[in-house]
């Protein structure tokens, strides 16, 4: 199971546990990413993502580069989707560097999340703000494993 150190079994099951919260959580963010990027203006991506204000509220006439910029977003939150499914991977396998690439990848786009967008109130709890919970938990989990085994390196 992994490489260079023992786990328990409930370690094991906790770096499990892990792996599953970030697929779910990368595959929301690469179809959120998909979302922004594919919407037809900006004022539609950013009702993608602050689906607790209402679209009549959001309905504004902006220049290409705004859009451009949303797309952009969208891209980001592609790519940090990208790396904690594939970071789920090896994390499942015990992988110690894949823990602190989700981690710091996942985490701190969540807590850019929770601050402008959650305490913000422009997001409904599901999706966005049950994922601040997932990547938590994720961290939670995995951190565990991470520093309880930290000194049989």
């Known amino acids: 199971m992994t490489r260079g150190y023992r786990v328990s079994q409930s370690q094991s099951i906790a770096l499990k ?7 779910i959580w990368g595959l ?40 451009a910029l949303y797309s952009q977003h969208g891209w980001n939150l592609g790519w940090v989707g990208a790396t904690t ?26 807590v850019g999340y929770f601050v402008f967008m959650d305490l913000g109130g422009y997001v409904n709890f599901i999706p966005g703000g049950l994922m601040t919970y997932v990547s938590a938990s994720a961290i939670i989990l995995s951190g565990w494993v991470y520093f309880a085994t930290r000194s049989s390196d």
Do not use: M, Y
Request: net charge negative; hydrophobic share 65%.
């Open 17 to 23: 546990v892990a792996a599953v919260l970030w697929v």
């Open 28 to 67: 929301v963010h690469i179809l959120a990413g998909v979302i922004i990027i594919g919407a037809e203006d900006a004022a539609a991506a950013v009702q993608a993502v602050a689906d607790a204000v209402p679209p009549a509220e959001l309905a504004f006439e902006s220049h290409p580069a705004a859009k």
């Open 85 to 110: 499914l594939i970071c789920a991977l090896f994390i499942w396998r015990g992988n110690r560097t894949a823990i602190w690439v989700a981690a710091l990848t996942g985490g701190l786009a969540d």
